[in-house]
């Protein structure tokens, strides 16, 4: 398995396990996760009022993971004109923002930023230099007229 297909496979797990499945047939079935996800969001939406929440995302991949998360279950993320690039507002139930897509983005977020942070420091060694740890500490240079 290349280590893209392990990202896919743990993509599609973690969505399993946000949208409740409880039989491992279930879980194998992470095409149908989407739609129970999108079931639970109709049930919440049923019971309890949207609410508006503004987001706050300045990373551009994980920007993009939240807005493909949120257009996937159906929601329409948006900004109010004058807003920042990094605010996303998004309405619905507050159970479901809380419980289901916040926790699956971070979740989704985590497992894409190791990838490509794996990926960035293989290509760094391989391409431009094979050490790729942090700067050395040195003493600072005494400057002259301070005293120390």
Same mark, same amino acid.
């Given at each position: 398995?290349?280590?893209?297909? /392990?990202?896919? =496979?743990?993509? #599609?797990?973690?969505?399993? $396990?946000?949208?409740? !499945?409880?039989? &491992?047939? *279930?879980?194998?079935? /992470?095409?149908? =996760?989407?739609? #129970?996800?999108?079931?639970? $969001?109709?049930?919440? !939406?049923?019971? &309890?009022? *949207? ?13 993009? $993971? ?83």
């Amino acid at each position: 398995m290349t280590p893209e297909q /392990a990202l896919r =496979a743990k993509l #599609r797990k973690i969505e399993s $396990l946000f949208a409740g !499945a409880a039989t &491992e047939g *279930e879980k194998a079935a /992470a095409g149908a =996760a989407g739609d #129970r996800i999108r079931a639970r $969001l109709k049930e919440a !939406a049923g019971r &309890e009022a *949207e609410i508006e929440m503004k987001f706050s995302i300045s990373d551009g991949w994980s920007r993009q $993971l939240f807005i493909a998360l949120c257009r996937r279950y159906g929601l329409r993320p948006f900004r109010y004109k004058r807003m920042h690039r990094q605010s996303i507002i998004v309405k619905a139930p507050n159970s479901f923002l809380e419980r289901v897509l916040w926790p699956e983005f971070e979740e989704l977020n985590d497992a894409l930023t190791a990838y490509l942070a794996e990926i960035t420091e293989r290509v760094i060694k391989e391409e431009v230099h094979g050490e790729t740890g942090d700067v050395d500490e040195v003493d600072e240079n005494r400057q002259i007229g301070r005293a120390s």
